[in-house]
């Protein structure tokens, strides 16, 4: 297996497609989060989701505000969402909208939606394999060992399911964001219209993210045991 030359400019044939995507998704995300920026808002990002999170029952799930940008997550372990200062302060679409989302996640938790749980699961075992199977791959093809070659395959193949998975995660809490934002009456039509278009921007780059990884595993599958490899 080669990195340089002919085995690296095979890899980039390979991926050129999800680079592709994430590039025009990443244009997209800050497109869209630029406008939705502009459009001013009753509430804050934070006063939002807390509407959010209290119309639910979710009293106990606690608010923090971080640093950073678009850092904003939700921590399942200590029931917290964190949200950036420009999302948390600001009084904008893009942070109500942002904050829905992460919201959205906590709804998610609280009411046992599966795929979440099942990515929650699998993230110490996808951040292993991430950057371990490469190595697992590339000791294999020195050894010439087939078994650790599958090994680091299908290491990687967990954080193929990882971001499979993470999809309709990702999906669904957009999709509780802005049931909320229109049920709870935060947000107007013309407001929405910007949330819809930034949170749909920031799925793009979930679906391209899961491309690169889908792409990725084809290639070490094709380059470690088909055409690609080197005795």
Known sequence: MHFYGAGYFNYMLWMLPGIVLAMWAQYKVRSTYHSAMQIPAPL?????ARHVLDSAGLTDVKIEEIGGQ??????????????STDVFRNRTAASVGIAAHEAG?????????APLAIRNAA???ASFGSNASIIILIVGALMNSFSLIMAGIVLFGV???FQLVNLPVE???????????????????EQMLYVRKMLSAAALT?????LQAVLTLLYYVSAFTGGDRRE
Do not use: C, M, W
């Open 44 to 48: 804050s990002g934070a006063a939002a």
């Open 70 to 83: 678009l850092s904003d997550h939700y921590d399942p372990r200590d029931r917290v969402l964190r949200l």
């Open 105 to 113: 996640h906590a709804l998610q938790h609280a009411f046992g939606y």
């Open 123 to 125: 993230v110490p075992v």
């Open 159 to 161: 954080v193929v399911v």
């Open 171 to 189: 999906f669904n809490a957009s999709s509780r964001a802005k049931e909320q934002l229109v049920k709870l009456g935060i947000l107007g039509e």
């Open 206 to 210: 979930y679906v391209a993210g899961t």
